[in-house]
């Protein structure tokens, strides 16, 4: 058995429902210590966080990825057990086979493999992992990085593990994602019978021309690959239920995907300036999920785009789309970050699976970008 998938199937069969790590990250560090790697667990409230490293100054290159895994729902609606990895015609099965600890497997046998052939290599290589993506994402890299930003920890470049292939390995890399920002809107009226709307104040009749130019508005063209930025409604509320009854107040959640061209607080300052300028007495209420990021042409970029063309035959599709990473927390630190991981079809579903194939193929594919990212 090749040693990736050793590793996986050690990995797989540690049941690391968020954010419990259930001693994945222990394994690890152990092998990356053999290895000379320094290896720091940060742990916050319930997640575990680690940080190897190995060498000295920039540049600075690190594998992001994570030990969790989302619940695998009901045991019995899978052909086996989520948490006893078995090979079946070729295919590993178990929860976080492809969403990832396949990659995680991969980036540790890529590391140990590059360090044995260049001890000396130049600047700094490094593998971060946490215990919290799939959760509230509040303790794990979020927090890593605040404390990075406090220690004055720079990164240059970070290749996050996540599966971003679309049907065969290689095909796709993620060069950024687009930012997430939610509201939760409350306008205030006066109740009051609808025979005697001048004793009242309608909610609805306020809000609706500000949520219609909000709803009509072209935030923008689009920036390189992301699409225009959007806002859209998911929730709407008023009303008593009764016929006769002029509604208090009107509830509205909504959520806006933005490109590089906006940021979170740009974004709730014209959102706040609409409302106002239509009159409405309201509070709103934002969570601000991830601002965007993009990694424009360079090194990174051309480096991966060559590596993947090896291994698929054709030049991979540079894409921004999907939801939020945690690549968004290290972006911020200045560092260009990329996604590059095996073919995402199954991830969170029952029967999660990678091809044994892939799954060889990509500590060879990570070797390959850290050799050219940090040639002897
Ligand atoms: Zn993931």
Partial sequence: MSEVLALTRELIARPSVTPDDAGCQALLA???????????????GAVDNLW?????????LVLLGH?????????????SDPFDPVVRD????????????GSVAAFVVALEQFVAAHAGHPGTVALLLTSDEEGDAID????????????????DWCITGEPSSTRRLGDLLRVGRRGSLTAALRVRGVQGHVA?????????????????????????EGF??????SLQTSNIAAGTGAGNVIPGELRVDFNLRYNPLWDAPRLEAEVEGVLARHGLDFDLRWHRSGEPFFTPEGLLRAAAREVLANVAGVAPEESTGGGTSDARFIAPLGAQ?????????????????VSVADLEALPGLYLSLIRRLLPD
């Avoid at 030990?67 to 052909?79: A, N």
């Avoid at 005697?196 to 923008?220: F, I, K, M, S």
């Fill in 90 to 101: 070729g295919v590993l099965y178990g929860r976080g086979a492809a969403d990832m600890k």
């Fill in 52 to 60: 190897a490293t190995h060498g000295q100054g920039g540049p600075v």
């Fill in 224 to 229: 390189e690959s992301f699409p225009p930025t």
């Fill in 140 to 155: 794990g890299v979020r927090r890593v990085a605040e404390a990075f930003r406090d220690r004055g920890q720079r990164i």
């Fill in 337 to 353: 970050c990329i996604e590059i991981g095996p073919v995402n079809a199954s991830i969170h579903k029952v029967d999660e699976h």
């Fill in 196 to 220: 005697y709307p001048e004793q009242a104040r309608n909610p609805v009749h306020q809000a609706l021309p500000a949520l219609a130019e909000l709803a009509a508005r072209r935030w923008d």
């Fill in 30 to 44: 152990g092998r990356l210590a053999r290895a000379g790697f320094a290896c720091e667990h940060l742990r916050f």
């Fill in 67 to 79: 030990t969790d895994v989302v619940p695998p729902g009901p045991r019995g609606d899978w052909s």
